[in-house]
């Protein structure tokens, strides 16, 4: 909704500042399509080449996050809080049980409570990889600490080739549109012997190319790389958490001392309150009993 409010302000406040200046959209209007088939077409084509198949729909599908804004909320932070307490528990009070669960999170009874992590493939292979880990006593916390983080930093490093690809576009967009803009000219020149009236609808559409590239560019693209980069950014939190808790798992701190960890690092705006947090751990207990 956020970013829909600022489409709308930004189209708002440009234009309608342009005709209460007295401008008239005639000339933006008529110039309007092709300048905007010279660098659009142009900055797609740019797009293309420095991007592969894959990259392609994953900056494509990325950019509904302007709307969406992150995957993860507030209660899917507790939910994770609670599957690693489940977990942890079982791995401490009986190790063997706890394999069925790692090695079948689909058909698991502790991960199918939770649908919305169970969906998330990372997150799930992240959680069983590590809980493997330590079912078969690799017990150094400091070499899986750095196992850990150079795979969430490689995962994150992937998910910001969005917000890069997008970025990239945004900055080559004011250039694109000097391209149209100076093509306008040329055509313009070829006209040079028409009267001045002529000449300045001419000149105006030309300089419609220069407005178009630039709008574009720090109006929209370049909005929409930051915000794909922020909501990315966001969403590597529930992976760190993730290796928060099971590191303090494997440096042998009590359960409950493991689980306050991730609370801890849990982003504030998603955190849940230790009172929250202890209520809904006592609801596993006491369904558990």
């Known amino acids: 909704m956020i970013g829909i409010i600022g489409i709308i302000t930004i189209?708002?406040?440009?234009?309608?500042?342009?005709?209460?200046?007295?401008?008239?959209?005639?000339?933006?209007?008529?110039?309007?399509?092709?300048?905007?088939?010279?660098?659009?077409?142009?900055?797609?084509?740019a797009f293309l080449i420095s991007n592969d198949g894959p990259a392609i729909k994953h900056?494509?599908?990325?950019?509904?996050?302007v709307f969406k804004g992150p995957k993860w909320k507030h209660q899917d932070y507790t939910d994770l809080l609670c599957l690693l307490f489940e977990l942890i528990?079982?791995?401490?009070q009986n190790p063997v049980a706890v394999e069925e669960h790692i090695e079948g999170p689909e058909e698991s009874s502790?991960?199918?409570?939770?649908?919305?992590?169970?969906?998330?493939?990372?997150?799930?292979?992240?959680?069983?990889?590590?809980?493997?880990?330590?079912?078969?006593?690799?017990?150094?916390?400091?070499?899986?600490?750095?196992?850990?983080?150079?795979?969430?930093?490689?995962?994150?490093?992937?998910?910001?080739?969005?917000?890069?690809?997008?970025?990239?576009?945004?900055?080559?967009?004011?250039?694109?549109?000097?391209?149209?803009?100076?093509l306008g000219i040329i055509k313009t020149m070829g006209s040079i012997d028409q009267p001045p009236e002529v000449l300045g609808k001419l000149i105006g559409g030309a300089l419609v190319g220069t407005f178009l590239g630039v709008?574009?560019?720090?109006?929209?693209?370049?909005?929409?790389?930051?915000?794909?980069?922020?909501?990315?950014?966001?969403e590597a939190n529930f992976y760190q958490l993730i290796r928060e808790v099971l590191v303090a798992n494997l440096n042998n701190h009590a359960t409950n001392i493991c689980i306050e960890v991730g609370r801890q690092n849990t982003p504030s705006h998603c955190r849940p309150s230790y009172s929250e947090l202890e209520d809904a751990l006592k609801a596993l207990k006491q369904s558990a009993a």
């Not at 709008?215 to 966001?234: E, R």
């Open 11 to 45: 189209l708002v406040m440009v234009f309608g500042g342009y005709l209460l200046a007295g401008g008239k959209m005639g000339i933006i209007l008529k110039a309007l399509p092709f300048e905007a088939i010279m660098i659009c077409g142009a900055a797609l084509g």
């Open 59 to 65: 900056t494509m599908k990325d950019m509904g996050k």
């Open 89 to 92: 528990r079982l791995a401490r």
């Open 110 to 182: 502790i991960f199918t409570k939770y649908p919305r992590i169970l969906k998330d493939k990372e997150a799930i292979a992240l959680i069983c990889d590590t809980m493997r880990s330590a079912s078969m006593n690799y017990d150094d916390p400091h070499q899986v600490e750095e196992v850990l983080e150079k795979r969430i930093d490689a995962n994150r490093e992937h998910a910001m080739h969005s917000s890069h690809a997008l970025q990239v576009i945004a900055d080559g967009l004011p250039a694109l549109g000097i391209v149209a803009a100076v």
């Open 215 to 234: 709008f574009l560019a720090y109006g929209f693209v370049g909005p929409f790389a930051a915000k794909v980069s922020d909501v990315t950014k966001d």
